[in-house]
């Protein structure tokens, strides 16, 4: 809960800077896909994670609190792409398509 508390005032901190560049429809719509992508992966895995015989196979994802997890990579992944114009397409197709296959997968195990 400290790194949580820690990354959230930091991430406050930077946004507090000279605003960059403002977002393209294209970028706004790459980053609604990544949101969308995370959030299925989100459900898909504590759905998976209340059948006792799966495990997360993920190190930084707590078993008994994934929203946490998932809360500071998704808030992560935004401010990242917010302060580097050119990274947001790339880093949200690519996070959202990752994000997209893991849900995918998570949605087959029972």
């Not at 008994?64 to 949200?92: C, N």
Request: net charge neutral; with cysteine; hydrophobic share 45%.
């Amino acid at each position: 809960m400290k790194l949580a508390v820690i990354f959230f005032i930091i991430a406050t901190l930077l946004t507090s800077c000279a605003a960059p560049r403002p977002w393209t429809k294209q970028e706004k719509i790459s980053a609604g896909y990544f949101c969308l992508a995370h959030f299925a992966d989100y459900y898909t895995t504590t759905k998976m994670l209340k059948n006792p015989a799966n495990w997360e196979i993920n190190p930084a994802v707590d078993e008994e609190q994934p929203e946490i997890y998932f809360s500071l990579t998704a808030i992560g992944a935004l401010v990242v792409g917010h302060f580097w114009p050119d990274a947001r397409k790339p880093l949200f197709i690519g996070y959202g398509t990752l994000n997209a296959g893991l849900a995918a997968h998570n949605s087959t195990l029972h």
